[in-house]
Nanobody
Framework: QVQLVESGGGLVQAGGSLRLSCAAS????????MGWYRQAPGKQRELVAA???????NYGDSVKGRFTISRDNAKNTVYLEMNSLKPEDTAVYYC???????????WGQGTQVTVSS
């Protein structure tokens, strides 16, 4: 088994920036895709951004141009740089990873991001 450990959430004013990190607990797991999803109260979980092992990226429409995802394959870590934050970005952000051999999905425990107006 592997755990995904998130860090970097918090409270920020609108227009500010935050950086989220997510590290897999084991280096011997390889992930075909790593990324971030978010869930606001009363809403469904949605894709924020994802990056493949080949560095192809995919972003949710609402964050394009403001958020940047990157990964360090050697460290099994994925990062999310969030700029120009808006109150509507307020949500619990979950790290996600899909293992390359079994395609099993793993989720982090979630980290709260709150953007005040």
């Amino acid at each position: 088994q592997v755990q995904l450990v998130e860090s970097g959430g918090g409270l920020v004013q609108a227009g500010g920036s935050l950086r989220l990190s997510c590290a897999a607990s084991r280096r011997d797991f390889s992930f075909v895709e790593m990324g971030w999803y978010r869930q606001a109260p009363g809403k469904q979980r949605e894709l924020v951004a994802a990056v493949t092992s080949g560095d192809s990226t995919n972003y949710g429409d609402s964050v394009k141009g403001r958020f940047t995802i990157s990964r360090d394959n050697a460290k099994n870590t994925v990062y999310l740089e969030m700029n120009s934050l808006k109150p509507e970005d307020t949500a619990v952000y979950y790290c996600h990873a899909r293992e390359i051999r079994t395609h099993m999905n793993y989720w982090g425990q979630g980290t709260q991001v709150t953007v005040s107006s």
